[in-house]
């Protein structure tokens, strides 16, 4: 199976904040992943897919970018509603296989 | 929007079978591929496998043996069976939705949908 290594595990920043996440691929994937956000006891939200294309209704200030083995996912703008934790899917074969997620957190 | 619910015990006995069952709302199930997968606690999210519309299934090697996953058109729900189930199994577990896109080269695909997860403990 792909292992996806994504970094780092946690960041504390600051509403206003631009953060970068990082997923690596043990392979190369093309352009397919994803980048989804989940929060405690709600369901994953899809944000990007196909490394860079914002799902509809994702806000602009989340962006996308990558191919082949490394992807990054950028939050221009760091809103209170999106601290959260992010995690990389990749769709390019079966079994999918995840990222450990990011954990992003109040400075 | 379609929206997904997963049901089913939130204890099961080692050794025992799990089985739960996603309900789908607001959509048809009568396209597109219906995935299973879980968190165990700490850990990062495994993907079980997929139902396609067309009644194909494929699963993760890592639980293949142990693993079914089943369709019921007529009440828009899909279903997870993992029988022998140890403490490994605990975990959190999702039903989701998978659709392609096409494109020139071919199709991307994307997780789109998700239920919210049910939390199912293996212990005597």
């Known amino acids: 199976a792909i292992q996806m290594t994504q970094s780092p595990s946690s960041l504390s920043a600051s509403v206003g904040d631009r953060v970068t996440i990082t997923c690596r691929a043990s392979q190369g994937i093309s352009i397919d992943l994803g980048w989804y956000q989940q929060k405690p006891g709600e369901a994953p939200k899809l944000l990007i897919y196909a490394a860079s294309t914002l799902h509809s209704g994702v806000p602009s200030r989340f962006s996308g970018s990558g191919s082949g083995t490394v992807f990054s996912l950028t939050i221009s703008g760091l809103q209170p509603e999106d601290f959260a934790t992010y995690f990389c899917?990749?769709?390019?074969?079966?079994?999918?296989?995840f990222g450990q997620g990011t954990k992003v957190e109040i400075k | 929007q379609a929206q997904l619910q997963e049901s089913g015990p939130g204890l099961v006995k080692p050794s025992e079978t799990l089985s739960l069952t996603c309900s789908v709302s607001?959509?048809?199930?009568?396209?597109?591929?219906w995935i299973w997968i879980r968190q165990p606690p700490g850990k990062a999210l495994e993907w079980i496998g997929f139902i396609h519309y067309s009644g194909s299934t494929h699963y993760n090697p890592s639980l293949r043996s142990r693993v079914t996953i089943s369709l019921d058109t007529s009440r828009t729900q899909f279903s997870l069976k993992l029988s022998s189930v140890t403490a490994a199994d605990t975990a959190v577990y999702f039903c989701?939705?998978?659709?392609?896109?096409?494109?020139?080269?071919?199709?991307?695909?994307?997780?789109?949908?998700w239920g919210k997860g049910t939390t199912v403990t293996v212990s005597s």
């Open positions: 607001g959509g048809s199930i009568s396209s597109d591929y």
């Open positions: 989701a939705r998978e659709r392609a896109v096409e494109y020139h080269l071919g199709y991307h695909y994307y997780t789109d949908v």
């Open positions: 899917l990749q769709d390019y074969v079966y079994p999918r296989t």
